[in-house]
């Protein structure tokens, strides 16, 4: 079955150092979406995108936060200078249609120290 | 901003099927009725989604009543990895977020 792929699966950083959370999608998707969970909390919206643009964000994705799809199979995350409070499981998802289930990755655990 | 309600947990028997409530009262007439599922802290997992006819798939069958104002999840035969957070979410179908909630945790029992 077509997985999400997250790398890498667990980042330690220092506070104010600018990081890069990695995702493939599934090859046919079209529509992708990163989301966040501090321990113990929710599952967050971050943001969505579709057609190489921004379609969606949550308040939570500020100036700190930006995304890109560099080539045809990466969908990447930046954080650009992290914080303690940005610690948390990041989950990269796609979907092949908006309103289609998405299929969520395993997820890489970023703590900020 | 809810819009779903579901119980905080409930246990089921292993071999049994298991019913997850759902109640989303304030549901419009565009929005689907989403239920992911996520197993100790890995990524969310799509179960199954709906508008207004029953669903089923492989995983799990989909009861939406005929006003809409509640759904019921059903696993056929629950399973000890079926353990895990359940979560009812409604949206409509060109909003890209998903807003889950805290979600029904679920315990399956040998």
């Known amino acids: 079955e077509p997985e999400v792929t997250q790398t890498p699966s667990h980042q330690v950083t220092q506070m104010g150092q600018e990081v890069i959370l990695r995702c493939v999608p599934i090859?046919?998707?079209?529509?992708f979406y990163w989301y966040r969970q501090i321990l113990g909390q929710k599952v967050e919206f971050l943001v969505s995108?579709?057609?190489?643009?921004?379609?969606?964000k949550s308040e939570i994705f500020d100036d700190q936060f930006s995304v890109e799809r560099p080539d045809g199979s990466n969908f990447t995350l930046k954080i650009r200078s992290t914080k303690l409070e940005d610690s948390a499981m990041y989950f990269c998802?796609?979907?092949?249609?908006?309103?289609?289930?998405?299929?969520f990755g395993s997820g890489t655990r970023l703590t900020v120290v | 901003d809810a819009k779903t309600t579901q119980p905080p947990s409930m246990d089921c028997a292993e071999g049994r099927a298991a019913n997850l409530p759902c109640n989303h009262s304030?549901?419009?007439?565009?929005?689907?009725v989403y239920w992911y599922r996520q197993i100790h802290s890995q990524g969310p997992q799509y179960i199954i989604h709906?508008?207004?006819n029953n669903e089923t798939n492989e995983m799990a069958s989909l009861i939406i009543t005929e006003d809409r104002k509640s759904s019921t999840l059903i696993l056929p035969h629950a399973t000890l990895r079926d353990t895990a957070v359940y979560y009812c979410i409604v949206r409509v179908a060109n909003d890209y977020k998903l807003s889950f909630g805290a979600g029904t945790t679920v315990t399956v029992r040998a």
């Open positions: 998802a796609s979907s092949e249609e908006s309103h289609y289930g998405y299929t």
């Open positions: 090859s046919n998707h079209l529509y």
């Open positions: 709906g508008l207004k």
């Open positions: 304030t549901i419009s007439g565009n929005e689907y």
């Open positions: 995108f579709y057609n190489n643009e921004i379609s969606e």
